[in-house]
């Protein structure tokens, strides 16, 4: 089974960057579209941005469109998520997760995504 472990979170103020690491384990690494989500308490996990297989493709809420970019690198069996112009809003505990579907694109659907990391805090705050 893929096993998958966020880090990077971390306390910044508005208009700050942070990259989230999502390093993997397990079974093989590039079968599997990679998606970020977060999920603040007593609110529904969003969905915040996806990338393929081979990443040549990727999807992102319209949210965090222009401010977060989503990457892969398959030889170190990792995904990272760069975030910058961070706002408030952007507090929420970071999750990344599988696609279990081994679909060739990624599509932004929680229910298609399984093993799920601990998350990753991410505080924007001044």
């Known amino acids: 089974q893929l096993q998958l472990v966020e880090s990077g979170g971390d306390l910044v103020q508005p208009g700050g960057s942070l990259r989230l690491s999502c390093a993997a384990s397990?079974?093989?690494?590039?079968?599997?579209?990679i998606g970020w989500f977060r999920q603040v308490p007593g609110k529904e996990r969003e969905g915040v941005s996806c990338?393929?297989?081979?990443?040549?493709?990727?999807n992102y809420a319209d949210s965090v469109k222009g401010r977060f970019t989503i990457s892969r690198d398959n030889a170190k069996n990792t995904v990272y998520l760069q975030m910058s112009s961070l706002k408030p809003e952007d507090t929420a505990v970071y999750y990344c997760?599988?696609?279990?579907?081994?679909?060739?694109?990624?599509?932004?659907?929680?229910?298609?995504?399984?093993?799920w990391g601990q998350g990753t805090q991410v505080t924007v705050s001044s």
């Open positions: 997760a599988a696609d279990l579907t081994f679909r060739r694109d990624c599509v932004l659907d929680s229910n298609s995504f399984g093993s």
């Open positions: 397990g079974l093989i690494f590039d079968y599997y579209a």
């Open positions: 990338i393929s297989r081979s990443g040549g493709r990727t």
